[in-house]
Nanobody, 121 residues
Framework: QVQLVESGGGLVKAGGSLTLSCAAS????????MGWYRQAPGKQRDLVAT???????NYADSVKGRFTISRDNAKTTVNLQMNSLKPEDAAVYYC???????????????WGQGTQVTVSS
């Protein structure tokens, strides 16, 4: 069993900053990547940023230059530093991880429970 536990959401004024964190735990043989997606009311869940364990990162165009994704040395935690927040960044942010739970298993996709980010104008 794999768990992703998120923290750091909240209310911030436009132009402000927030940091989201997500920790993976449980039966984990290998973490291929960790990242963040977001979903605003009535919209689909979209990629925000991902980071592979080997160090590659990928960002949505809308957050490039404002958001920074990072992994801890143990590679089981992913952080998302969000600067210059805009009202359109408001959404539920979901942690995502591609994890191989055992040496002989395939990569599985796991999700956190989501954390609300609200940006006031």
């Amino acid at each position: 069993q794999v768990q992703l536990v998120e923290s750091g959401g909240g209310l911030v004024k436009a132009g402000g900053s927030l940091t989201l964190s997500c920790a993976a735990s449980g039966t984990i043989f290998e973490i291929y990547s960790m990242g963040w997606y977001r979903q605003a009311p009535g919209k689909q869940r979209d990629l925000v940023a991902t980071a592979t364990t080997r160090g590659s990162t990928n960002y949505a165009d809308s957050v490039k230059g404002r958001f920074t994704i990072s992994r801890d040395n143990a590679k089981t935690t992913v952080n998302l530093q969000m600067n210059s927040l805009k009202p359109e960044d408001a959404a539920v942010y979901y942690c995502n991880a591609e994890i191989r739970p055992r040496w002989n298993a395939g990569l599985n996709n796991y999700w956190g429970q989501g954390t609300q980010v609200t940006v006031s104008s």
